[in-house]
């Protein structure tokens, strides 16, 4: 089994939970990437190429004092992972540009103050099609239903099983070859975090973990594979598929979204170089 994203397997649990205080910083690097993500999501159109969105994404990072937690991480050469249509996860940002009908999924990280926030979401490009949409929404909704079961006490298999049974209910695939995390001053901390599994099964979740739960659900077969640039993931039949993910703490009165954006007075102070924030 493999790490998502661009990581080796973990083979020993050891789970690292966090403090208040480490929660804190991991919030403000959450908040960080979320509005990245925010913004990329308003320049991405037909007729820009991925490219040219890693390097706003990259701009906007190093302006607010963070770093591309991306950039280097195991070799891999750009700031935000540019996956389009058939390519599940791991894409590289080039010179192809996108069009009218296109999802580009975008995985991005940043670290700020020593902690990771991770994020991602599959965007349609100008005009899709209601299918395409449909496995978008869908994907969310995983997600969604995933963050529910991020209460301590419950396991990761009440995870897993909250995204598989959602994504199966609609006729789709659940990727299981690349999976989720634990997340904190490294981008990969134990525990592995697979979108599929049984209720109560799997390690108890406790108050402090910080969890990157990323759903990957398939329009057609589970199965993917590797190109040859040795990142780029894509499903073997060659249909779409769609990526959604958040970095999600957990506390006593449950699951904190660090990567949903808020407006709070600390949050903007903490944000004040990136662009776009009011």
Request: charged residues 20%; contains cysteine.
């Amino acid at each position: 089994m493999k790490v998502d994203c661009l990581g080796p397997a973990i083979v020993q649990p050891m789970i690292i939970g966090k403090s208040q205080k480490e929660i804190d910083k991991m919030r403000a690097s959450g908040q960080l990437v979320g509005r990245v993500l925010r913004e990329l999501r308003t320049m991405v159109g037909p007729g820009m190429t991925t490219l040219e969105v890693d390097q706003a994404a990259e701009k906007m990072i190093r302006d607010a004092g963070a770093f591309p937690t991306f950039k280097g991480y195991n070799g891999f050469p750009f700031s935000i992972c540019a996956s389009v249509n058939e390519q599940v996860v791991h894409g590289f940002p080039s010179a192809y540009l996108l069009k009218d009908g296109d999802i580009f999924s975008i995985d991005v990280g940043v670290t700020l103050d020593g902690f990771v926030g991770d994020t991602a979401a599959t965007i349609p490009v100008g005009t899709v099609g209601e299918e395409l949409k449909k496995l978008i929404r869908v994907t969310e909704e995983c997600l969604d239903l995933a963050i529910e079961q991020c209460w301590p006490g419950r396991h990761l298999g009440d995870i897993g099983y909250a995204v598989q049974s959602h994504a199966e209910a609609h006729g789709y695939s659940i990727v299981r070859d690349y999976v989720g995390h634990g997340i904190g001053r490294r981008m990969h901390e134990d525990p592995q975090i697979p979108n599929y599994g049984k209720p109560g099964k799997g390690v108890k979740i406790k108050k402090g973990y910080v969890f990157a739960i990323e759903p990957m659900v398939n329009m057609g077969s589970l199965h993917t594979k590797t190109l040859k640039d040795g990142w780029t993931v894509v499903t073997v039949d060659g249909q779409p598929s769609a990526h959604s993910e958040h970095t999600v703490a957990i506390t006593e009165e449950g699951p904190e979204v660090l990567t949903l954006v808020r407006s709070s007075p600390a949050v903007k102070e903490k944000l004040a170089g990136l662009a776009g924030v009011a």
